[in-house]
């Protein structure tokens, strides 16, 4: 606050010891004016002859006239001027101005970088003549085109000339957090749903549950494609890839990997278009930039994020002993011997196939090859072989390192091993149809999943031929997936655009959340993914989206102590949960479900 004038008043209230001294100081001060201003005159007067006077009479009066003390001395004073003449007293009000505040904040100012040149007529003639040259060029490779794959690659390798060259990709990592931050701005209701909204009204649903619809996601250039896989990165959690490609094989064309990061729902963070459908594919856990991918046409391939291109880095040929039918999945491995990456695939030929990463090229070995009776095809040329089996879906132990399942078109499910490929260790007759997905238990080492076309989702133990639960979900189930947190817990997605989530510690008749989560009818769910440590779960669709869906408290519970009792650490809870389901299941007065 800034004072620019100040008055200090002179008013003194007239009762006050100071006024009084005042009053007696302007006194004094007039009284001796008064004196020194009278005694002048009287030296100026004329001497006046003193006249005789009667009886005295005319002295006297002269006399009285001179007293300082007489009445008319007294009129002559002037009175003391008082400063204040009545009872007064100077009041002034004023309203109280708030004080004022300054808020200043500073930015670090960009760096600045002062650039200058002369645009001469020339200059710019040769510019214009530059790119002229650029464009003859460009239009005499289109003639050429000795083929399409050439001509493919021709396009693609001037598409990453002409981007390298643009100066916007010196800004790519800025605009891409710009972008993130703009998209979380304009999503943030659903990013502050994500991270703390709880479904309060779990707590009168008697144990079920709901799911929260968050972030949607979708690329305009995949419309027609159908989700064929889905697998999330083990490293970043919020980064997840998505296969794009067709079940409908009487209309089979291109296909497209992409890659969405939960931070930025609008546009993927990586695209690779491919010229076959992506049926499948699998990330690295521990190196997450490698991913490895299946096709229709019985290719499989490896993607490598950190390389520059929009091609894969290994790709099976005919030569290579590429599967002559679709691929149907595709797993990582350990690394073997020689420190190499390698993975699994598993085809509709029949064939279980690993593929080694050795210096620029896929080296195949063949692992086992499923037949109709249980036997392996094999004998010398020209004898006949027995019926092959088209393998569908493959899932590995996540304890024993040697034990696979592999599920057959034909509905049955394959115990085997990496060391015996000449013949199967058990054989389930699991379903009527084809097993869509075969995935082993998280927690506990002898349960594994099923599901099929046939309309069912079952649940067994490796050691027993018979399935340990069996629910009906009214409609053909494309995929099925134990969640990371808990062993009894996995959902389901069906063909009527239904997630299924059940939890068998707390139902084992029924799923305790069932609900649609497209938006049109004829939509048909494809795949379902747990996040390994967020919990929510992604679904695709037959029309190429991705939804992200969060679960309610209900459909995550652990299990609670009871008095006097400690629980077990760790993944021993989740065991022991699955471990007391199966032994009630295996008395038998209990019935099967």
């Known amino acids: 606050m800034a004072v620019h004038f100040v008055l200090e008043g002179s008013l003194l209230h007239q009762d006050s010891d100071e006024a009084r001294r005042l009053r007696a100081k302007e006194g004094l001060a007039e009284e001796t004016a008064k004196v020194d201003a009278g005694a002048e005159p009287d030296e100026e007067k004329p001497e006046t002859p003193a006249t005789p006077v009667e009886d005295g009479g005319e002295v006297e009066e002269a006399g009285e006239e001179d007293r300082p003390d007489s009445v008319a001395s007294k009129t002559d004073k002037k009175e003391p001027k008082v400063t204040n003449q009545f009872n007064f007293s100077e009041r002034a009000s004023q309203t109280l101005n708030n004080p004022l505040r300054e808020r200043t904040c500073q930015t670090e100012p960009p760096p600045r970088s002062i650039f200058s040149a002369t645009a001469n007529q020339w200059e710019i003639y040769d510019v214009y003549v530059e790119e002229l040259h650029k464009q003859e060029k460009n239009k005499e490779k289109l003639k050429a085109a000795p083929s399409k794959k050439d001509g493919e690659r021709s396009k693609k390798r001037m598409m990453l000339t002409e981007t390298q060259s643009d100066d916007i990709t010196k800004v790519a990592k800025a605009t891409k957090i710009f972008e993130r931050m703009v998209n979380q701005n304009t999503f943030d209701d659903i990013a502050q749903d994500f991270k703390y909204f709880e479904d309060a009204s779990d707590e009168f649903r008697d144990q079920e549950g709901t799911l929260l619809p968050l972030w949607k996601f979708q690329y305009d250039k995949a419309k027609r494609l159908s989700v064929t896989a889905l697998c999330w990165n083990q490293k970043y959690q919020d980064l997840f890839a998505v296969g794009m490609g067709s079940y409908d094989f009487n209309k089979q064309g291109r296909g497209m990997l992409v890659f969405y990061s939960l931070k930025n729902s609008a546009f993927p963070e990586y695209i690779y278009a491919t010229s076959s459908s992506v049926l499948c594919l699998d990330i690295h856990e521990q190196h997450s930039y490698l991913v490895a991918v299946g096709f229709y046409n ?296």
């Open 298 to 593: 019985g290719c499989v391939a490896v993607f490598n994020l950190k390389e520059e291109g929009l091609d894969s880095v290994y790709k099976s040929t005919a030569k290579t002993g590429k599967h002559t039918d679709p691929v149907w999945q595709v797993r990582w491995q350990n690394d073997d011997m020689d420190n190499n990456h390698n993975f699994y695939s598993v085809s509709s030929d029949g064939r279980v196939v690993s593929w080694t990463l050795v210096k620029n090229e896929l080296v195949f070995t063949d692992i086992i090859r499923l037949s109709l009776n249980g036997a392996v095809p094999e004998g010398p040329e020209g004898t006949q072989q027995p019926s092959i089996a088209c393998g569908t879906s493959f899932d590995f132990h996540k304890q024993i390192d040697y034990l696979f399942l592999v599920g057959t078109e034909e509905g049955k499910i394959h115990k085997c091993s990496k060391t015996y490929s000449s013949q199967f260790l058990e054989t389930y007759n699991a379903h009527s149809m084809a097993v869509d997905a075969v995935k082993w238990n998280h927690f506990h080492p002898k349960v594994f999943i099923s599901c099929s076309s046939d309309w069912t989702v079952k649940i067994w133990d490796h050691t027993i031929n018979t399935p340990m639960f069996t629910f009906d979900l009214n409609a053909a189930v494309g995929d099925v997936a134990w969640s990371p947190y808990s062993s009894t817990v996995f959902a389901a997605v069906t063909t009527d655009g239904t997630v299924h989530v059940f939890d068998l510690n707390i139902n084992k008749y029924e799923a305790i959340c069932q609900q649609p989560v497209v938006s049109k009818k004829k939509t048909k769910l494809t795949h379902v993914e747990f996040n390994p440590i967020y919990p929510i779960v992604i679904v695709g669709d037959d029309r190429g989206y991705v939804t992200s869906l969060k679960l309610s408290p209900n459909l995550r519970k652990k299990p609670k102590a009871k008095k006097g009792q400690e629980l077990p650490k760790g993944p021993e809870v989740e065991v022991a949960k699955m471990e007391k389901l199966l032994s009630l299941l295996r008395e038998p007065e209990q019935s099967t479900v």
